[in-house]
């Protein structure tokens, strides 16, 4: 298929596309008599791995390592648990940054409004 109807399919831009071409992260892209881009049909699947696993905070290089053990059968599903697990430990950390950013932003924000109200500004 056309880079085109790739894009149009997964909703991911003609650079993207390419980039994640370049990265490794798309294969198997053969070349049409004109010399346009034929991409697989399973590139769909693939873009589409990878934006999911982007969404979970994965960096492309660690998708590329992924799909790279995926592709050449040395990962099975137990280690593909592994890695979700560690992924998930990561993202758990950062959730417990995050809130307590928010409460430090939520106990500004309060002392912000007390001093407003104490000067009549609200």
Not at 47 to 76: C, H, P, T, W, Y
């Amino acid at each position: 298929m056309r880079i085109s109807e790739l894009e149009r399919r997964t909703g991911v831009t003609r650079d993207t596309l390419r980039y994640y071409e370049k990265q490794g992260l798309i294969r198997e892209v053969g070349r049409s008599g004109n010399n346009y881009r034929d991409y697989p049909e399973q590139a769909v699947a693939r873009v589409a791995m990878v934006r999911q696993l982007k969404s979970l905070g994965f960096s492309l290089n660690e998708i590329r390592e992924l799909l790279d053990a995926v592709r050449s059968d040395r990962i099975d599903c137990l280690q593909g648990a592994a890695v979700m697990a560690r992924k998930r430990t990561l993202v758990d950390a950062r959730i417990r940054e995050l809130k307590a950013v928010s409460a430090l932003l939520k106990q500004e924000q309060a002392r912000l409004e007390a001093s407003a109200r104490e000067h009549g500004l609200v």
